[in-house]
C-alpha cells in the first residue's frame, strides 16, 4: 500500500482554508474539498485522477469563488458502488451536491470524464449550472465508437514508442471486466506514468507526490472498477446525449494544443453558445500543466454573469 496524505491534509495544506469533507446525495457518498468565499464553483476531475489535480488552480480561484473540487461517484474518497456510473445518473449527483452545499446554482468547471459529466449536467439540469467550462474532452458522441487504437502508419507507431501520441487504448481496456482489476491493482502507478508521459507537455509540472496520490486512490480492485466503470457507460451516455438539445447556456472550452482542431469541431453544435480556445503549450492535464491559464480563463469566463 502506497503511503499518501490523507485527503484532510492534503485540503489543509493549500492556501485557502480548504476543508474536506463528505455529502450523501442521490444514493451514493462524495467527498468533495472546498475554499475562499464569493460565488460558487464545482469542479469536476477525470480519469485517473482525483480533486488533487486542481491543487494549483484552487488557492487562486479561492480568491474569487466558493470553490468545491469533487471526487465523483467513484473517484478518490468517494463511495465506489456497483452501478451509477452513466452521466446523467452522476449529473443527478452533481445536482444534489450543489443544493447539499446550499446553492441554487453555480459555475461549473470539468476536465475529462469530468467535462462529459458536466455537460450531461448543464442539459438536464440547466437551472443549476450559470456558465460551463470543460477542458480538454468534448462529448462522446456515436463517432466515439469508431476511433482508432491502434496507430495507422509507421510514423505514428514511431511517434507513440517515443512517448507522443495517446492513442486511447484505455476506452476498450477500461471497458473489460475482471482482468484490468487483476493486472493494475497494486500497479496503478505505471498507468500513471504511461498516461503523463504520452499527454504532457512538460513532465516536471505533475510531481512525484501527485503521482504517488493518483496511484495510492487506484491502486485497490474497487478502485480499479470504479472507474473503468465511467468508460464501460459510453453507449448508455452517446444514447441519452442524442435524446438532449442543444445547451443554451453560455460553453467555454480549454483544448490542448494538440487536441484543438478536434474539440473545435466536436463542440460546435453541442449549444447555442460556444467558445473553444487553446492553452497553449499544454498537453491534456491543463489544470496541471498551465494552472495560471485556466485560473485566467475561469475568472474572466465566469465574471462575465456578475454584472
Known sequence: MIDVATDAELA?????????????VNGV??????????????????????WWQFRKVLPALARHFRVTAVDLRGMGGSQKPESGYDKKTMARDIHELIGHLGHESAFVAGHDIGASLAYHLAANFPRSVRRLVTMDLGVPVESWLRI???????????ALVHGKGG????????????????LLADRFRLVIDWL??????????VDEQARRVYAAAYDRPDAIRAGN????????????????APVTLPILTLAGEESYAQLREQMADRGT???????EGSGHYIAE???????????????????
Not at 39 to 48: N, R, S
Not at 301 to 307: E, G, S
Open 229 to 244: 466503470g465511467w468508460y464501460r457507460t459510453m453507449r448508455q451516455d452517446i444514447a441519452d446525449l442524442a435524446t438532449y
Open 29 to 50: 457518498r462524495l467527498h468533495h474539498v472546498t475554499g475562499g468565499a464569493g460565488e460558487p464553483l464545482i469542479l469536476l476531475g477525470g480519469w485517473p485522477q482525483t
Open 196 to 205: 503523463y508521459g504520452h499527454m504532457l507537455r512538460d513532465q516536471s509540472s
Open 167 to 182: 492513442y486511447p487504448w484505455w476506452f476498450a481496456f477500461n471497458q473489460l471486466y475482471e482482468l484490468p482489476e487483476q
Open 289 to 307: 500543466e498551465r494552472p495560471a491559464a485556466v485560473v485566467d480563463a475561469l475568472v474572466r469566463f465566469c465574471t462575465l454573469t456578475r454584472a
Open 148 to 158: 482508432p487504437m491502434l496507430p495507422a502508419t509507421d510514423e505514428q507507431q514511431a
Open 12 to 24: 489543509a495544506s493549500l492556501d485557502g482554508d480548504f476543508v474536506s469533507g463528505y455529502a450523501d
Open 273 to 279: 453558445d460556444v467558445q473553444v480556445v487553446v492553452v
